[in-house]
């Protein structure tokens, strides 16, 4: 299994996660036997210290190298701490974990803990009842919330209650550039979005694409329309949407944003044939670091495949990378970013007193340790945790990794990608009117208007 599909709910994120450790990705273990709350999974890579005598918890999580075995760490200290209320767990691939505790919910048979994204998929967990209000656990545990980024508990709240616990990595969306290319044309990274629109013909008047983009995974069009909805009108824009607000895809800033994107298509900001690219080919990456596209707007988690893949490229000192930059007059604040704030560890309501409590024990003691978080810093991965930049080191990759604390440690907002924040159906109308945004077969008018018909479904 990919692991990138784990910072990422939709079946399409092939995205390589080498990230800067430049590890082998190594396919994930095959999907183990599920189990109730409390009870021993049969097939789980169970915590090897743990007792077992006493009242545990069970946590379903996903397989898939470096990240299981860095959860399997964690379980294996807490256990060996607690031996007489172990954590029991049990890892799944990403497809079939999701079937798998979408089943264990509606039957009243899913585990202790729930691994998650949080967003729109948490969400229909709290409006059927089927997770714990956490903050009061919060509360009696203000230090471990100080220890995470502020801008990772948006996904985790619902109605200003928070139910999950942010934690493990956080992953921003970055805009790449070629400074070979840069250089050639004779302009500088753009530090607004006039700017960007200034450069774009003289960067295709060289013969190279302005902006590298595999549009045909839809995905990969969001993540412009969520900066821009965001450097516009700010972060209150989309979250109008997000809480059920009657016709709010028909804001102002929203039709703004929609007209500013399809400006950028029409003057060829974008490689031809960019709705023909896949994501999941990386060859959007290659257009980047082979010099036939200036810049790219992607995951953090592309990184890792243009260092293993576009040769000396990243060595040679050819990439550079920046947050997404302002808009002139516009009410987002330009440190915000959007992506992946964090993955998220919720309580299953149907547990008992005493599985919860062993849950609650484990959520406050395992995911925060020095040795945990110096493990994903090892695998080439920023954890949502304040302070986390000490343990970088002086690494190849030292500057990138300190490049994506300093992103997501200033972010005033950090959005959730805009398919994890929404549930599914809306989610998917979403992704289908981008792509015919970009397209350009509908206008802003015409896509605001698809998507306030699916409010609230």
Request: aromatic share 10%; proline share 5%.
């Amino acid at each position: 299994m990919d692991p990138q599909s784990q910072h990422r709910p939709t079946a399409t994120r092939r995205a390589i996660l080498g990230m800067a450790a430049g590890l082998p990705l190594i396919g994930g273990l095959a999907a183990c036997g599920s189990s109730g709350p409390g009870t021993s999974a049969s097939g789980s890579a169970s915590g090897g210290s743990g007792g077992g005598n006493g009242t545990g918890a069970s946590f379903w999580t996903l397989s898939g190298k470096p990240q299981e075995d860095i959860r399997q760490q964690a379980v294996d200290a807490f256990n060996k701490a607690n031996p007489d209320t172990p954590i029991k767990i049990t890892l799944f691939q990403n497809d079939a974990y999701k079937q798998k505790v979408k089943t264990a919910l509606g039957a009243g048979q899913a585990p202790t803990i729930l691994w998650g994204w949080g967003g729109g998929g948490l969400k229909s967990w709290v409006d059927a009842g089927q997770v714990d209000d956490l903050t009061d656990f919060f509360a009696e545990n203000s230090a471990l919330k100080d220890k995470i980024f502020p801008s990772s508990f948006g996904a985790a709240t619902v109605d200003d209650k928070v139910y999950a616990l942010p934690c493990e990595t956080v992953t921003p969306i970055v805009l790449f550039y070629n400074k070979k290319v840069l250089e050639k044309v004779g302009v500088q990274p753009p530090q607004s979005w006039q700017e960007i629109l200034d450069i774009v013909p003289k960067i295709n008047a060289a013969g190279v694409a302005p902006f590298s983009l595999g549009g045909q995974s839809r995905w990969t069009n969001m993540m412009w329309l969520e900066f821009l909805y965001d450097r516009i009108g700010g972060p209150e824009v989309f979250q109008a949407v997000f809480d059920g607000e009657k016709d709010a895809w028909s804001n102002p800033d929203s039709i703004q944003a929609l007209t500013e994107m399809q400006k950028l298509i029409k003057m060829n900001g974008f490689v031809k044939g960019f709705a023909s690219i896949t994501a999941d080919s990386n060859a959007d990456q290659a257009l980047l670091y082979t010099g036939k596209a200036a810049m790219m707007l992607h995951g953090a988690w592309t990184y890792g495949g243009m260092k293993n893949d576009g040769g000396d490229f990243v060595s040679g000192g050819n990439l550079g990378y920046m947050n997404f930059p302002a808009y002139d007059g516009g009410k987002g604040d330009p440190s915000d970013s959007v992506g992946n704030p964090a993955q998220y560890l919720s309580i299953s309501s149907k547990a008992s007193e005493e599985e919860k409590a062993s849950a609650k024990k484990f959520l406050a003691e395992s995911q925060f340790t020095d040795e945990i978080l110096q493990a994903w810093i090892d695998s080439g991965n920023i954890p949502v945790a304040q302070g986390s930049d000490s343990l970088i080191g002086s690494g190849e990759d030292a500057d990138w990794l300190k490049f994506q604390y300093d992103t997501a440690a200033n972010a005033k907002s950090f959005a959730q990608s805009w398919d994890q924040a929404l549930p599914p159906t809306q989610a998917e109308v979403l992704l289908d009117n981008i792509a015919k945004l970009f397209q350009l077969s509908i206008s802003p008018q015409q896509f605001a208007s698809n998507l306030n018909a699916v409010i609230g479904k």
